[in-house]
């Protein structure tokens, strides 16, 4: 830059230099051309030649000091500023280059910064995930170190206990007791479970019974889990023949179309004799409650016809008792008889 700086002013003080000579030569050229023809016209003596002369010299050397004094003392600092006008265009484009590239850095740098901040908070979320997946694996090793110091005082009061049954005084012993023991409540209840509503009470329970009462209950449920079988085979065979007569009855209403039917003169006749059965069956029901309302003012007015009712409830429910009741009869109609005769 200083360089050209340097040219450009050696440049335009030639041309400077070359410009003012051209002009002084044309103006000397035009005040010649102006005396010669001021001569030629007019005839002037030689003392108003020599004054013009001298006069013209006076100029000449004031200009001349004008000349020096500009070409000293304006002319270089104009020609050192136009020199640095010259740079302005330079260095305008130097500093749009600077902005243009800090603008491309700026952009660039927000885009980093906009992938730094994501990065930070796919790293804050990773974070939280893994302090989420820490937590859950020290709770998980704090149940896992409960669970093992429990197995540890489980398996030694199992040690203790098999050194216990291991004891001769006790594994070894003459007669085993087959009956169970009154303070084992759980034995007992357990059979209690089992033996459900039985009026029979023993006096001892045994381990047999115990067992054959076990088997029993499985029994019990494999014959109950076969009925389930059956009544749920049961069930799928009405559910899918319900079905079926609910597709029966859909096209009976809708015969094949889209809107239902319900002015069928099949269903209006089929309606009229439930209808009309219904009604029957209401009178028979009405026939029947007042026939049973005269049946039980006959029972509460005769005691013979209470008796015969009661003697058909017991022939029904209980024979036994039936039996001891005409056993009784019998043999106070033989003691009346007996007392008759006598």
Not at 158 to 164: A, G, V
Not at 320 to 328: P, Q, R, S
């Amino acid at each position: 830059m200083a360089r050209l700086q340097l040219a450009y002013i050696c440049a335009q003080h030639q041309l400077i230099h070359l410009k003012a000579s051209n002009l002084s030569m044309k103006s000397s050229i035009k005040w010649a051309e102006e005396n010669l023809h001021s001569l030629t016209s007019k005839a002037l003596g030689k003392d108003n030649l020599d004054a013009k002369i001298s006069s013209l010299n006076s100029e000449i050397l004031k200009l001349e000091e004008q000349i020096t004094r500009v070409k000293d003392r304006s002319l270089p600092a104009v020609v050192k500023e136009n020199a640095q006008l010259l740079n302005m265009p330079v260095v305008k484009g130097d500093f749009d280059l600077q902005i243009a590239k800090q603008d491309y850095y700026t952009a660039r740098q927000e885009l980093v910064l906009n992938q730094l901040i994501k990065q930070k908070a796919s790293f804050e979320l990773l974070q939280l995930a893994y302090e989420i997946e820490s937590r859950k694996h020290w709770d998980i090793h704090r149940q896992l170190e409960n669970l093992v110091q429990e197995l540890s005082q489980s398996n030694t009061k199992l040690h203790q206990r098999l050194e216990m049954l291991a004891d001769p005084s006790i594994s070894h012993q003459m007669n085993p007791r087959n009956t169970i023991d009154s303070k084992d409540y759980s034995a007992h209840r357990l059979y209690q479970l089992l033996e459900g509503e039985n009026k029979k009470k023993e006096l001892f329970i045994t381990h047999g019974k115990l067992e054959e009462m076990a088997e029993k209950l499985k029994q019990d449920v494999s014959l109950v889990q076969d009925q389930l079988a059956v009544s749920a085979r049961e069930h799928y065979f009405f559910v899918s023949k319900l079905n079926n007569d609910v597709d029966v009855l859909c096209d009976a209403l809708y015969q094949g179309g889209n809107q239902l039917l319900l002015s069928d003169q099949e269903l209006t006749e089929q309606f009229h004799q439930v209808e009309s059965q219904l009604n029957k069956l209401n009178h028979l029901l009405t026939d029947v409650l007042a026939d049973v309302k005269t049946k039980r003012k006959i029972l509460a007015s005769n005691k013979l016809h209470q008796m015969e009712r009661e003697l058909y409830v017991y022939f029904l429910k209980d024979e036994g008792y039936l039996k001891e009741i005409v056993e009784n009869l019998e043999k106070q109609s033989k003691i009346k008889a007996v007392g008759l005769k006598d």
